[in-house]
């Protein structure tokens, strides 16, 4: 058998969430599977529902990805982790004839792996576009978003001329709030409006609102200064500020344009979040163990379709990224059509995740002051925090125990905390977030659990699905 997802610990790490565990195992009986098969690239079964028809689920194992004929919006939906649970389990055979339905799926994703990689290669091989032609959209873009942060920065004015606190409950601000977003969209700006966006969600959210509202007005006012100030920036700083206002640059650029960096890359951490138009972005985290690169991977899924690969909080897989450009560069990108190399165990090769990958809690400091320092349009940053205990405290989630340093506050769920309190005793572990306008939300927990192993490799206990991993 295909070793990708081979144990239960494997599929169950994919789970969107606990309610999908508990389901799965609901059906982790052969006997609600009419039929059910594998070969050395796909699993498929159908699955007996309410309904007259059975479901039909199936996984390519190249991915891994997901497909099945239910509603379920969820990916993995609970019939595809549940099939695999039954293949870990030894209870799906080998071999066999490929049902027509399986082999069209398969066909289908091939294809479009070829012709995704045939438009790459067309784009590739044209001939350049007219240089002034290309000037003149640029010049006309930046003339777009000057104007609409120029809009912005006076409605900001306004805004504290007024005072924050009149924001609350007033219909009228939240109809301005909702046109100025709308303003950036025209400006050709959307990652302005997704900021505005974001940022109305924390009128009346807690007490301290107005503290925080005052962090992404403060800055607003940042991109709006180098915005019209961006004919004097570095190619670096631009490109930067190009990322924060939501400007994309296509895959050809970020490969002519970014560094690329080959390295086994463990996953640090997963986050799935909703976006406007049903459509589900996910971030991937990865720590370079050669490197010490740190890599941010975004992906998307549209209408509940699901995401093209899979990948496992705390595992190793090899494989080469392309960064984006800039001056502290996190965001990466796949070469078309790759499938990264899952690493067999973390622990059977000479790079496994240590804390001198992670380093001491005040060099994770150091780092993350410097990646600020270098980009500060960027909001969300990745943090290591070696050693820390974790307390709860007046309400609060706290890790103490790191250096010299004072304790920090963390942005945890309830459930997650006690477990976790529960899975370490209390005791001091390695910790992976993503740090945001000064709130540090917990994504993975890391333990070196084999005492006899001589390099003491730390491994992911938990990650921010909030069961074991």
């Known amino acids: 058998m295909s070793r990708v997802l081979g144990t239960e610990v494997e599929v169950l790490a994919l789970a969107p969430d606990a309610a999908s565990v508990k389901a799965a195992k609901g059906l982790q ?3 609600k599977w009419p039929s059910v098969g594998s070969s050395a690239t796909a699993v498929w079964g159908e699955c007996q529902g309410s309904g007259s028809k059975p479901y039909q689920t199936q ?3 190249s991915g891994p990805s997901f497909k099945c004929s239910c509603p379920s919006r969820k990916f993995p939906c609970k019939h595809g982790l ?3 649970l039954l293949r870990a389990a030894g209870e799906v ?4 004839d490929v049902p027509e339905w399986v082999q069209a799926w398969q066909t289908s994703r091939q294809q479009k792996a070829e012709k995704k990689a045939e438009q790459q290669e067309r784009k590739a091989s044209a001939p350049p576009p007219n240089p002034a032609a290309v000037a003149r959209r640029v010049d006309k873009r930046w ?8 809009e912005l920065a006076l409605w900001m004015q306004d805004m504290v001329a007024q005072g924050l606190a009149s924001l609350s409950g007033n219909p009228q601000a939240s109809a301005q709030w909702r046109t100025l977003t709308a303003r950036m969209v025209d400006a050709q700006a959307p990652g302005m409006a997704t900021r505005l966006q974001r940022a109305w969600t924390l009128v009346d959210s807690h007490p301290d609102w107005h503290r925080e509202l005052l962090l992404h007005l403060g800055q607003w006012h940042l991109l709006h200064e180098a915005v019209q100030r961006q004919g004097s920036l570095d190619a670096d700083t631009r490109a ?3 990322a924060a206002l939501g400007w994309p640059l296509d895959r050809a650029e970020v490969v002519a344009q970014g560094q690329a960096v080959t390295d086994s890359w463990v996953v640090a951490g997963l986050h799935h979040t909703p976006r406007d138009g049903n459509l589900l972005e996910r971030r991937i985290w990865l720590q370079g163990l050669h490197s010490g690169r740190v890599a941010l991977l975004l ?3 549209q209408g509940g379709r699901g995401f093209e690969s899979a990948w496992l909080a705390g595992r190793s897989y090899h494989s080469v990224l392309h960064f984006y450009p800039g001056r502290a560069p996190l965001r990466a990108l796949l070469p078309v059509g790759q499938v990264p190399a899952l690493l067999a165990q973390q622990d059977e090769h000479d790079g496994a ?4 990958v992670v380093g001491t809690a005040r060099q994770a400091l150091d780092t993350l002051a410097r990646r600020v320092a270098d980009n500060p349009f960027q909001t969300l940053q990745p943090l290591w925090m070696e050693q820390a205990a974790l307390r709860f405290h007046e309400g609060r989630w706290w890790l103490h125990g790191m250096e010299d340093a004072a304790p920090i506050t963390v942005v945890l769920e309830a459930q997650a905390g006690w477990q976790l309190l529960a899975m370490t005793g209390g005791q001091p572990v390695s910790w992976f977030g993503e740090w945001e306008h000064r709130h540090w939300h917990l994504r993975s927990a890391w333990q070196a659990v084999r005492p006899d192993d001589a390099r003491n490799a730390l491994h992911c206990i938990w990650h921010d699905r909030g069961e074991t991993a």
């Open 240 to 242: 930067d500020l190009m």
């Open 93 to 96: 055979p080998e071999g066999g």
């Open 299 to 301: 992906d998307y899924a």
């Open 143 to 150: 003339d777009n978003i000057s104007a609409g942060m120029q």
């Open 82 to 84: 549940a099939l695999m």
């Open 59 to 61: 996984v390519d194992l």
């Open 353 to 356: 995740l240590t804390q001198a």
């Open 29 to 31: 009986s052969i006997r």
